[in-house]
């Protein structure tokens, strides 16, 4: 599993980034990609899938 930290989510919208914390790099996340709800600056776990305009974050949960 991948570590990072929420950027920026987007309740209403039900979107946002996480910021890996390897590579430094934005990873777009959905809702639907989401175990928890998560906030801003919350430090996640998750893993990866290919979506339609790049990178997506599935399986996302709080640590």
Excluded: C, P, W
């Amino acid at each position: 599993m991948k570590t990072g930290k929420v950027k920026f989510f987007n309740v209403s919208k039900g979107f946002g980034f996480i910021v890996d914390d390897e590579t430094n790099q934005d990873i777009f996340v959905h809702q639907t990609g989401l175990t928890h709800e998560v906030r801003e600056n919350d430090r996640v776990s998750y893993e990866l899938k290919d979506g339609k305009k790049g990178l997506n974050a599935i399986n996302v949960e709080r640590i």
